[in-house]
């Protein structure tokens, strides 16, 4: 082992391309796309050195063009997952007890090969898969996953070197240990950096994963994949497999060596996996640490002193980025009566010049959600919402499966602040405005705060620095990411922490150290230098 108390590169964000036209960038992630748009993948399981092809397969296609078949993936059976747990144990030993600094190089290895080599595959290998526009492909599968990687190091070393007071008869150490067992990693289809993260947070302080991506997620996993084999991560630190969620979730969890589940999707299924874990827990060597960032119903909120087009571009941009479907995603708003008709006049001209269509025309702002489910649900509700009374759509309102999961950038007006659509997350580019009175600024701060089970982010748009310092406070509890004059979405790793409690999750705040302290299990070591050899205290004489 080498010897030396090691610095890491220090961690930056890295910058965001602006793919204009005529620039390299943009040539290089279009030639990407032309290439795995008419290419075929086949996506076996990664259990240790094996790639398991079981031959029951599923197609991967692409959102806004359903009927495209760009490759398949293979499906495991249980007898896979029980391999790959042991696998994930074998690995355990020697994965553990690696020096940190050898761990930290692949994972900035890693986050380089991302942001040159692999910048534009996982860009676009993000836009066919997940229908994201380029930039929102660029924010997410290369610059916040470049990010995590950079920072999760730089944070593992702040966590290595926090260490307990010591005098000269004591030398105090904390040791922080990897879990004893192995961690289950779940992600979701809507970010790759998420998707990254998870498993690589863990694998980073020297845990063994299980990871099941998302179905709907599969074209870009084979991109991470790739990266982790060339950076080096070792067989069998972090295994990967696909099929039945529920049944593979059963088989991790009765496993008498699960040490933790590092999960972000929905909250339902969220609290069923920690219900099978409390009936579970007398099984287990250890009180496994349960991680979760689960769903949201975020707000926006405008004191009278707003400036009208700040809001509505906070409500363009929160509501209508990928189509709605971040769980950071503004999708109830409150509207003072007298900034509504100039807000409302300036919403419509916004969303009225969107373009929506294929993420290889540059131009588009919309695209398709992610798979016909998700289209069918947002189609109920903005039915719904055409027959009620309380409700009214003033923009948006149509949809079309027919070549793609198109969904139109849809506002609802309602005069029922407990409407539906204020109260349930869809998960689409669908937002619901409730306009109040101005003088009750206060009494709707406590609607806000109890209208919703969720607490995951909140935005409140004021010039007045009072009705600034109100919301903050009535609204400490409503929101895990909080903010000032700007939509609710798009926290940077090392910036802005993220994550909600109540409903949303357990707060554990990726893209901090925070996070990575949950992957850890710190022992104190206590070295006496003189030892006594007598019971007997001074008081005793």
């Not at 030396?4 to 965001?16: I, L, Q, R, S, Y």
């Not at 709907?216 to 295994?239: C, H, R, Y």
């Not at 579970?280 to 060597?285: D, M, W």
């Not at 007045?464 to 004059?485: C, H, M, P």
Request: charged share 20%; hydrophobic share 40%.
């Amino acid at each position: 082992m080498l010897k030396g108390f090691f610095n890491v590169p220090k961690a930056v964000n890295e910058p965001v391309k602006g793919y204009a036209p005529n620039s390299p960038e943009r040539a290089d992630v279009q030639e990407a796309y032309t290439t795995m748009w008419n290419s075929q993948i086949d996506v076996p399981l990664h259990i240790g050195s094996e790639e398991i092809r079981t031959g029951n397969t599923r197609n991967i296609t692409a959102p806004h063009d359903h009927q495209h078949v760009v490759g398949k993936y293979h499906l495991a059976e249980k007898h896979h997952i029980e391999k790959a747990i042991a696998n994930a144990l074998e690995s355990r030993s020697a994965w553990a007890n690696m020096a940190w600094e050898q761990r930290a190089a692949i994972f900035l290895k890693a986050a380089e090969l991302i942001a040159g080599p692999y910048r534009a595959r996982i860009n676009a290998a993000t836009m066919i898969g997940q229908s994201k526009n380029i930039h929102q492909a660029e924010i997410d599968a290369s610059c916040e996953l470049i990010d995590f990687l950079r920072y999760n190091v730089e944070f593992m070393t702040q966590i290595y070197g926090d260490q307990p007071k010591s005098d000269s008869t004591t030398w105090n150490r904390l040791e922080y240990r990897p879990l004893e067992g192995f961690v289950y990693a779940i992600t979701p289809f809507n970010f790759t950096a998420i998707a990254a993260n998870l498993p690589a947070s863990a694998a980073m302080m020297g845990n063994v994963v299980v990871w099941k991506p998302s179905d709907s997620q599969v074209f870009s996993t084979k991109i991470i994949l790739d990266v982790f084999k060339e950076a080096g991560v070792p067989d069998g630190v972090i295994n990967v497999v696909f099929g039945d969620a529920l049944m593979i979730t059963d088989t991790v969890l009765a496993s008498r060596d699960f040490a933790g589940v590092h999960f972000t999707g929905s909250t339902h299924v969220f609290k069923d996996i920690w219900a099978k874990i409390g009936a579970n827990i007398h099984n287990y060597k250890t009180y496994p640490r349960i991680v979760g960032e689960t769903g949201g119903k975020d707000f926006i909120i405008a004191h009278p002193s707003a400036n009208v087009k700040q809001v509505v571009t906070g409500i363009t941009r929160g509501a209508f980025e990928f189509q709605g479907q971040k769980c950071s995603a503004a999708s109830r708003v409150y509207i003072p009566q007298s900034l509504w008709p100039a807000v409302k006049e300036q919403l419509i001209t916004d969303v009225k010049s969107m373009k929506m269509g294929s993420p290889e025309d540059f131009g588009n702002f919309i695209t398709a959600v992610i798979h016909e489910g998700s289209f069918d649900k947002l189609a109920s509700y903005i039915d719904q919402a055409k027959k009620d009374a309380d409700a009214e759509i003033i923009i948006g309102g149509n949809y079309d499966k027919s070549v793609g999961y198109f969904v139109e950038p849809t506002v609802i007006v309602t005069t029922n602040p407990k409407y539906t659509t204020m109260e349930t997350e869809l998960f689409g580019p669908v937002v619901t405005i409730y306009i109040y009175e101005d003088a009750k600024w206060e009494e709707t701060l406590e609607l806000v705060d109890t209208t919703s089970e969720y607490a995951l982010t909140g935005a409140v748009f004021s010039q007045d620095r009072y009705a600034i310092e109100t919301a903050t406070v009535k609204l400490q509890n409503s929101a895990g990411n909080f903010y000032i004059n700007d939509k609710p979405t798009g926290a940077v790793v090392g910036m802005q922490p993220f994550g909600g409690a109540r409903a949303s999750g357990t707060n554990d705040k990726a893209g901090s150290a925070l996070n990575l302290l949950r992957w850890a299990s710190p022992r104190t070591i206590k070295e006496t230098f003189v030892t006594p050899e007598d019971y007997r205290y001074p008081f005793l004489g």
